[in-house]
């Protein structure tokens, strides 16, 4: 995560340069611009251009970043479609869809031709170690198909998930802008640089991480399958038979979790350590070998630029507006604003 944190830090100081040129956020594009950043000048060493200095990416990405977004939302939306409806749908959508899928693959494509050609040495980051570490029994490089796989899963599976995290924590900042003076005061005015081992300790942002997790968990569930016959809370589930664990009712459950289950305490998580034997149950990035295995670059880039725009700026506001959310693949906010003052300003 070392490695990272510098690629990190420079979307966070993009981002605080956008607020400051524009306090009236539109959260979902720019959550979604800085996630999407982060994973590509990150793990790929590529800027996709969607913040600061657009020079540097490569060409087409504006289109790609398009196309990439119609698949999920395609893909999304199928997950919900009903069985007669669903295959139509499929059926008339099916050639753009096509389309947008070769557009993306050739975009990867493309970064992977590069850097085997111009920079073959280069490791230090997520493509480089794809590209050039063997396996350790058979001595062969990963095939370039599975490499370009991987990036689209790292892509696809890395940032909407992370964008809806941190919409969802910028939006209780902004509803209740005392949380973050909290934060700032206790933890922030110490952690002047932010540099890695600042962004590891920030207890109070994590804990804030952490209820926005539980309330609302971007992956709302996992599937598991049972390997043998079972009974699961007083039902028989047969070997084979899948069963989905919905992490977000039980993230909220009123028995383990108290009367104020359903509500936002940002300070719920501070001090407490969950383990396997705990009553809560806990599981916004699923659990064992298949949990998630992005989870600590989730942690670090959300703290991080939680922290650094929360330094810089105090959320706000124009009216208050609910949180609603978008059910999906992914449990998403639906768009909303907030208004981003220069601290200096306000106290
Ligand atoms: C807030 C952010 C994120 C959340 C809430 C989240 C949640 C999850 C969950 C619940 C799973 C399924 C785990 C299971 O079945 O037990 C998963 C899998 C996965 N996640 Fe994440 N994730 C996040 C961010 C990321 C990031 C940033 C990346 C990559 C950079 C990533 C890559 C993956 C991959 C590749 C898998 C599949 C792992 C496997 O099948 O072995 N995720 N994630």
Redesign the pocket.
Known sequence: MRAYHRAMRTVADDLAVRWKEDPDVDVHGDMTAA?LE??GRA?FSTPMGLLGDNAAAPQGTGEFVAALSRVLAWASESTNDLPVIGPIRGVLAAPGIRRDVNYVRGFVDSIIERRRNDDADQNDD?LGLMLTTRDTETEELLPVENVRD?VL???A???E??A???EVALYHLAADPSVGDLIVDEELSEATALDYDEVVRLRRVKAL?NEC?RLC???P????IARSDQELGGYRVPAGRAVF?L?LAAQRDPVVWGPDADEFRADRFLGKRLTASSPEFF?????????????Q???H??TLLIASLLSKYRLTMDKPVELRLRERA?LRPEPFRIVATPRGRTR
Not at 221 to 224: D, E, P, Q
Not at 283 to 295: D, F, L, V
Request: aromatic share 10%; with cysteine; proline share 9%.
């Open positions: 996630t982060i994973i793990g997520l991987q899963t790292f892509l599976a890395g940032h998930t992370t809806a995290l941190l991480i997790l968990p971007p992956a569930g996992f599937f598991r664990v992490s599981a916004p990035w699923g659990t064992g070998p298949r949990s998630c295995i992005g989870r670059f989730a942690i880039e959300t992914t």
